[in-house]
Antibody
């Protein structure tokens, strides 16, 4: 059974940092591009980052470029999202997903507030 | 940047009714490799999204065949042939054609009439 389990969310003050993790199992993680997608409360889905299978290539929308960093550890079947200089508009549930969106985690809530 | 426009934003249906959702792209989604990376997702209330249709018309494993996708270039449609109660939720189109800069549509909420 495919599982993606996110962790690391919580309440953080504006300007601070947070690192999300996603543990994958049930599929060959190293063969998949992976992505982070977020959903602000009562809003739609927004793509946040994508990473290649080796981790050598990463992609971001302008809204997070320079602040967020996606990375992976294929030996641990794990995906990460380092979020710096957080803003209130980054408040959302963050989902880990396989690129192409066949597999999704349950999401982890990040709240940016003073 | 590619913009995906979904219509209608809300759709009311009765059980057994057939419905369609439109997704229009501001740019062609035909990739240089000949594939079109336009997918459809369903997010049921309180759940993570799930993939229904990939590459315009290919049914994801385990998805009922009352769901179908069609279209090309910039115009795409998701059809549900006979809505069932479990189909209620928000439907999103998403494109992956343009340089891995994925874009989601704003969503279409399917509710019971």
């Amino acid at each position: 059974e495919v599982q993606l389990v996110e962790s690391g969310g919580g309440l953080v003050q504006p300007g601070r940092s947070l690192k999300l993790s996603c543990a994958a199992s049930g599929f060959t993680f190293s063969n998949y591009y992976m992505a982070w997608v977020r959903q602000a409360p009562k809003k739609g889905l927004e793509w946040v980052a994508t990473i290649s299978t080796s981790g050598s290539r990463t992609y971001y929308p302008d809204s997070v470029k320079g602040r967020f960093t996606i990375s992976r550890d294929n030996a641990k079947s794990s995906l990460y999202l380092q979020m710096n200089s957080l803003k209130s508009e980054d408040t959302a549930t963050y989902y880990c997903a396989s690129y192409g969106f066949a597999y999704w985690g349950q999401g982890t809530l990040v709240t940016v507030s003073s | 940047d590619v913009v995906l426009t979904q219509t209608p934003p809300t759709l009311s249906a009765t059980i057994g009714q057939s419905v369609s959702i439109s997704c229009r792209s501001s740019q062609s989604l035909l990739h240089s490799n000949g594939n079109t990376y336009l997918h459809w997702l369903l997010q049921r209330p309180g759940q993570s999204p799930q993939l229904l249709i990939y590459s315009v018309s290919r049914l994801e494993s385990g998805v009922p065949n009352r769901f179908s996708g069609s279209g090309s270039g910039t115009d795409f449609t998701l059809k549900i042939s006979g809505v069932e109660a479990e189909d209620l939720g928000v439907y999103y189109c998403v494109q992956g054609t343009h340089a891995l800069m994925d874009t989601f549509g704003a969503g279409t909420k399917l509710e019971l009439k």
